[in-house]
């Protein structure tokens, strides 16, 4: 009779268990939305991580890492995290701000004194995408018509890079006008490099990933044996192919885009947000106000970082959107509930925005159709 009873809860403490713990089905909630996006976007693979108060509550791998080996994606596969990385190039110039080695209204010509006629433009213009300096995009000033202006092929010292961004033509008037410059967070690592004497990867290393204990955080490397680093893959004519890996190392690993790591990194990094542990409190305000302008209007974006509002709450953000990669993290500031979706597809290809809300709105049930959404 006893070894009988011991079967029969056996059986039913999963059950019970799930219908006492709201989380669980969360978990499971969550896996269903992510496999509905991931099939319907015809993503590869994804690593999502949930996190609230800084502590991990969700973690998981879908689908795979490289195709061609049917490897699974995990929570520690290792993913170009591109964009994201203007967060970690924005906290490096507040820390330097806060040990008084640089001001936010400095002129860059004061780091950068090959090039006075920019004396107008600032650290605060350069980390708010309102210099006014074009950007760049496989060798051609989109904004601007110029054509040239670097090749994506060609390796380039830093030198070359700033001199070949900073002999642009302004766009428009420093200050005035909103436009995203990859360009200019190049320069704000070269300006690192400059300031501290170490490369923008060594500053970030010493100063944020080893002390949060960030242990896959890396500048790309084309050479460098990555374990459980993901492949990058696009889509042409509908079918899935690998992404060609042509831009140059140089190009690849600057400071607009140049960081991989995995959700679990990012989850650690989002722990480490929190008041006082990397940046105090009103460094991290700074990053997370709406740009002003000088007609009096304000941009949604701070330094490295997107601001939305979802259903009255503070969501600060920013997303992945290069080739063969797209990921996302997103803070719901007043909940302190933290969603991280990497993925291995292109971003013209893939809206890792909607993955991020779909669960953000399982978590966050007042959330739902007022979360952040694609908006190119």
């Known amino acids: 009779m006893r070894r009988v009873l011991l079967l029969i809860v056996a059986l039913f403490t999963p059950a019970l268990a799930t219908a006492s713990n709201p989380d669980l089905h969360r978990s499971a909630e969550v896996d269903a939305a992510v496999r509905q996006q991931m099939k319907g976007q015809r993503i590869p693979g994804i690593a999502v991580a949930v996190v609230l108060n800084g502590k991990i509550i969700k973690a998981k791998g879908y689908g795979l890492a490289n195709v061609e080996l049917a490897t699974p994606v995990s929570p520690g596969t290792i993913f170009e995290a591109g964009s ?140 460098n044996i990555i374990p459980n680093r993901s492949s990058g893959y696009t889509e042409v004519g509908g079918e899935l192919k690998n992404e060609p890996s042509w831009w140059s190392q140089s190009i690849k690993a600057g400071a607009a885009g140049g960081l991989w790591m995995s959700v679990l990194d990012l989850a650690k990094w989002d722990a480490a947000l929190y008041p006082d542990r990397i940046l105090k409190r009103q460094s991290l305000e700074t990053l997370w106000t709406p740009v002003p302008l000088d007609d009096g209007s304000a941009y949604p974006g701070g330094m490295g970082w997107f601001v939305a509002k979802a259903n009255g709450q503070r969501v600060v953000f920013h997303t992945d959107g290069g080739p063969g990669f797209s990921g996302v993290i997103s803070r719901y500031l007043r909940d302190r509930l933290t969603v991280i979706v990497l993925t291995n597809l292109g971003a013209h290809h893939t809206d890792v925005m909607k993955i991020s809300g779909k669960i953000a709105e399982i978590y966050l049930p007042d959330t739902k159709g007022k979360n952040p959404i694609k908006d190119w």
């Open 84 to 223: 994201i990385t203007k967060q970690f190039v924005a906290t490096a110039i507040m820390l330097l701000l806060e040990e008084g080695k640089l001001g936010l209204d400095d002129s860059i010509t004061k780091y950068f004194p090959e090039s006075p006629a920019l004396k107008a433009v600032t650290i605060r213009h350069l980390l708010t995408h309102t210099s006014g300096i074009p950007d760049v995009s496989d060798g051609t000033a989109e904004t601007s018509g110029a054509v040239g202006v670097i090749d994506f092929h060609r390796e380039y010292t830093e030198q070359e890079l700033a001199g070949a961004y900073l002999t642009q033509k302004l766009q428009s008037q420093p200050g005035t006008k909103w436009s995203y410059c990859n360009a200019c967070y190049d320069l704000l690592g070269i300006l690192i490099h400059r300031v501290t004497g170490k490369p923008y990867g060594d500053f970030l290393r010493e100063r944020i990933f080893q002390p949060v204990g960030m242990t896959t955080a890396r500048p790309f490397s084309s050479g």
